[in-house]
């Protein structure tokens, strides 16, 4: 049948802070496996294609409607030669067998399976790997491998962290910690940010951002809430980062370097009676042993880099990653976490909202439910 590009395709910027994504992917078919591919380009530190592979995702989830015939490609950005290729299987035999020689990859299990344990990096995962081990019962078997503090509570915690987290336990996680932050400071604030921010329906973990109104108040407030969460037996793991900010420094250019704020990765013992609207019951009680370990990512900045930080931390990594690329090559600034810098007038461009962010990179403001990028 005839197929020619959408009017659309012209008008798909390479930038995804240029596009609205929301979480409804219709494209799910070829998206899933470019990601497994950029996934399996990183795990053989193939930074180009990975890079290739994620932007071409981002670029098909951000259209309309679903393509069902290689002309409607046409004109989009970012779809290399390698992925018109993978997306012409999928076309034509339902499925890619290049994702699926990856899949059937023992290097790529191994390292797949490795770096979803809490704390375990493509790193660790190598090294095990490198060393014959294929599984997580043969690596806590092994005596002469050393875990951590973090990869021991991943370990230990594995079952219930590998489980998708829902949008109704990441709002009774909300209000948990909120509770728990006023009892301490009763003009805290606390807000949800990561993938629930954008609308996600389930996430890997929740994110909160947790400041003070006033400049400096904020200074020693997560080291109480996490005392706190500890007094109420829900805390199962910490590891605590006090605040590095140094405001001398330049926003730095690598994106996947931590920011500088005091933050905390948890886990948290989330009984299934506090969620709402279960009535207290358990869904499955020969299963269930009534409660769940969840992952928390507690953020606490100065408010007055609050905006920068939750743009930062609300995601995706993709949206981040084109926002500052954006920034660089189109505006000649630079953004991070902390700040927007502007290089040609040697100033930094202060902003209390993400909407005054925006509009100082010159950019149409977009909806965190549209950065699903
Ligand atoms: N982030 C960051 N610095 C980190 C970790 C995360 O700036 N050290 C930001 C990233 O921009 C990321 C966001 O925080 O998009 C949330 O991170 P993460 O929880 O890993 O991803 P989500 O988008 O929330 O997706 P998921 O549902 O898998 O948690
Ligand atoms: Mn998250
Ligand atoms: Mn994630
Ligand atoms: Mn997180």
Not at 6 to 17: L, R
Not at 26 to 51: M, Q, R, W
Not at 101 to 110: C, G, K, L, N, T
Not at 187 to 193: K, R
């Amino acid at each position: 049948t005839e197929c020619s590009p959408p009017t659309a395709a012209a008008n798909v910027s390479q930038y995804a802070c240029l596009r609205r994504t929301t979480t409804e992917n219709h494209n799910k078919i070829f998206t899933d496996v470019l990601e497994e591919l950029a996934e399996n380009s990183e795990f053989n530190e193939s930074k180009g294609p990975c890079l290739a592979f994620r932007r071409a995702a981002s670029v098909l989830k951000s259209l309309p409607s679903a393509v069902h015939c290689l002309g409607a490609i046409q004109g989009l950005p970012c779809l290399g030669e390698h992925t018109k290729a993978v997306m012409e299987e999928i076309l034509i035999f339902g499925r890619s067998f290049k994702v699926e020689e990856v899949q059937s990859d023992e290097r790529y299990q191994a390292l797949k399976l490795f770096t979803s344990v809490f704390g375990v990096g493509p790193k660790t995962a190598e090294k095990w790997y490198r060393r014959g081990l294929r599984s997580l019962k043969e690596i806590l078997a092994e005596p002469n491998i050393q875990l951590n503090r973090m990869q021991r509570a991943g370990f230990l915690y594995y079952r219930d962290i590998s489980k998708a987290v829902s949008k109704a336990e990441a709002k009774a996680l909300r209000s948990i910690i909120e509770e728990t932050a006023h009892w301490i400071a009763p003009d805290s604030i606390l807000a949800l940010t990561g993938g629930f921010r954008r609308g996600k329906e389930y996430g890997h973990d929740v994110d909160f951002l947790l400041t003070m109104p006033e400049m400096g108040k904020e200074k020693g407030l997560l080291v109480r809430v996490i005392d706190r969460l500890r007094d109420q037996g829900i805390l199962l793991y910490c590891e605590h980062q006090g605040s590095t900010v140094d405001m001398s420094k330049l926003p730095s250019r690598r994106f996947e370097a931590m920011d500088h704020f005091e933050k905390c990765f948890l886990i948290l013992r989330l009984e299934e009676g506090q969620m709402e609207g279960d009535g207290g019951l358990q869904k499955d009680p020969g299963e269930s042993r009534g409660w769940r370990a969840v992952r928390v990512d507690l953020v606490a900045p100065p408010v007055d880099h609050y905006a920068f930080a939750l743009l930062g931390w609300t995601g995706s990594r993709q949206f981040e990653r084109d926002l500052r690329r954006f920034a660089r090559k189109e505006r000649g600034m630079s953004l991070d976490n902390h700040a927007l810098y502007d290089k040609t007038k040697k100033l930094f461009l202060p902003a209390t909202s993400e909407e005054d962010i925006f509009a100082h990179l010159g950019l149409e403001y977009v909806e965190p439910w549209q950065r699903n990028a």
